[in-house]
């Protein structure tokens, strides 16, 4: 009787245990499941506060569309949209900022091949940015083959699959646009440096976008000829002043541009497309959403692309470190 009664409290401490041991496991699953839905709920709140930011970009350069002539904007960096937003204040101590900035301002990298053909005045203006930023290697011929659809290379320093499958890992030239500035990174010989260099001078827009003068930086401006230099290009940003450039005839006007032929082509003094970044804090979590829109003449603002894979901050000029 008494080895009878040992293995039968054996054995109910043995089932207790393994109830204990199955009764955790679920009790940590369930856990697990509740943090998971929760940080799934909070993830899908950040990203529709993050689309709240987009709709009230999109609202305020609808406002700005609506007091000038739709057809003919003019945009600059004393306009509203272009001014600090207050950052709203959400639930549990979180918080919404949204900035809206002019990629129009910026060297357009499309733009090289247009409608299938080379743009040489967009190639020319290239090749003086890169010596604008101390860059001495030919990127503008293979850019070129990058976004253009043969594969004969664009002069002798030009670079299509024959140079890309020999690299490691292989790889192809692109041969359409890019969708992303990031993208320049993979152009043959393109180094961490140079990419830095120019990241906070270039954009990756449609290739029918235009420069626009009211928003463009003192280095963007002084690419457009040979002849501009930095401090032209400083000049030319002064003459702005608060309320940008009128037209295209009262930016070609400027004393800095006397004689050199500078032509319209490719400038305009308004926007068609504007990048809005909203970041989202909610419950120790950051969330930014990259938002590319494009104002049409029409009155309508669009939305061409949104990332939520972007630190949210811009870039800033890199120099050469000192040897």
Request: hydrophobic share 45%.
């Given at each position: 009787m008494k080895r009878q009664a040992g293995v039968a409290l054996l054995t109910v401490m043995l089932v207790v245990a393994v109830v204990t041991l199955v009764s955790a496991g679920l009790i940590a699953r369930t856990q697990l499941a509740i943090r998971?839905?929760?940080?799934?709920?909070?993830?899908?709140?950040?990203?529709?506060?993050?689309?709240?930011?987009?709709?009230?970009?999109?609202?305020?350069?609808?406002?700005?569309?609506?007091?000038?002539?739709?057809?003919?904007?003019?945009?600059?960096?004393?306009?509203a949209w272009a001014r600090?937003?207050?950052?709203?204040?959400?639930?549990?101590?979180?918080?919404?900022?949204v900035r809206i900035e002019d990629p129009s301002g910026r060297f357009n990298l499309n733009g090289l091949v247009r409608n299938g053909q080379f743009n040489e005045q967009g190639i020319r203006q290239f090749r003086r940015l890169l010596l604008r930023l101390g860059i001495e290697a030919p990127?503008?011929?293979?850019?070129?083959?990058?976004?253009?659809?043969?594969?004969?290379?664009?002069?002798?320093?030009?670079?299509?699959d024959n140079q890309y499958l020999l690299l490691q890992p292989p790889y192809r030239a692109a041969?359409?646009?890019?969708?992303?500035?990031?993208?320049?990174?993979?152009?043959?010989?393109?180094?961490?440096?140079?990419?830095?260099k120019l990241l906070p001078y270039i954009t990756a827009l449609p290739g029918d976008a235009t420069l626009n003068v009211n928003t463009a930086s003192a280095l963007v401006l002084s690419s457009l000829a040979?002849?501009?230099?930095?401090?032209?290009?400083?000049?030319?940003?002064?003459?702005?002043?608060?309320?940008?450039?009128?037209?295209?005839?009262?930016?070609?006007?400027?004393?800095?541009?006397?004689?050199?032929?500078l032509e319209?082509?490719?400038?305009?003094?308004?926007?068609?497309?504007?990048?809005?970044?909203?970041?989202?804090?909610?419950?120790?979590?950051?969330?930014?959403?990259?938002?590319t829109l494009q104002r049409g003449r029409d009155g309508k603002v669009r939305v061409l692309s949104r990332d939520l894979g972007q630190g949210g901050l811009p870039p800033a000029p890199i120099k050469e470190p000192q040897s």
């Amino acid at each position: 009787m008494k080895r009878q009664a040992g293995v039968a409290l054996l054995t109910v401490m043995l089932v207790v245990a393994v109830v204990t041991l199955v009764s955790a496991g679920l009790i940590a699953r369930t856990q697990l499941a509740i943090r998971s839905s929760g940080n799934e709920l909070q993830a899908r709140q950040a990203a529709q506060y993050a689309l709240g930011g987009e709709a009230l970009a999109k609202a305020i350069l609808l406002r700005d569309l609506r007091q000038g002539d739709p057809r003919t904007p003019v945009d600059h960096l004393g306009e509203a949209w272009a001014r600090p937003i207050t950052t709203f204040a959400l639930d549990d101590g979180g918080s919404l900022s949204v900035r809206i900035e002019d990629p129009s301002g910026r060297f357009n990298l499309n733009g090289l091949v247009r409608n299938g053909q080379f743009n040489e005045q967009g190639i020319r203006q290239f090749r003086r940015l890169l010596l604008r930023l101390g860059i001495e290697a030919p990127y503008a011929e293979r850019l070129v083959d990058w976004l253009d659809a043969d594969q004969e290379p664009y002069g002798p320093n030009g670079a299509e699959d024959n140079q890309y499958l020999l690299l490691q890992p292989p790889y192809r030239a692109a041969n359409h646009a890019m969708s992303d500035v990031s993208e320049l990174r993979l152009l043959a010989g393109m180094t961490e440096l140079d990419y830095r260099k120019l990241l906070p001078y270039i954009t990756a827009l449609p290739g029918d976008a235009t420069l626009n003068v009211n928003t463009a930086s003192a280095l963007v401006l002084s690419s457009l000829a040979d002849n501009l230099d930095a401090g032209a290009g400083g000049l030319l940003a002064a003459a702005r002043g608060a309320t940008g450039f009128a037209s295209l005839d009262a930016f070609l006007g400027q004393p800095a541009l006397a004689g050199m032929g500078l032509e319209a082509q490719g400038l305009a003094v308004g926007s068609r497309y504007f990048q809005v970044i909203t970041e989202v804090r909610l419950g120790g979590r950051r969330q930014v959403l990259v938002s590319t829109l494009q104002r049409g003449r029409d009155g309508k603002v669009r939305v061409l692309s949104r990332d939520l894979g972007q630190g949210g901050l811009p870039p800033a000029p890199i120099k050469e470190p000192q040897s």
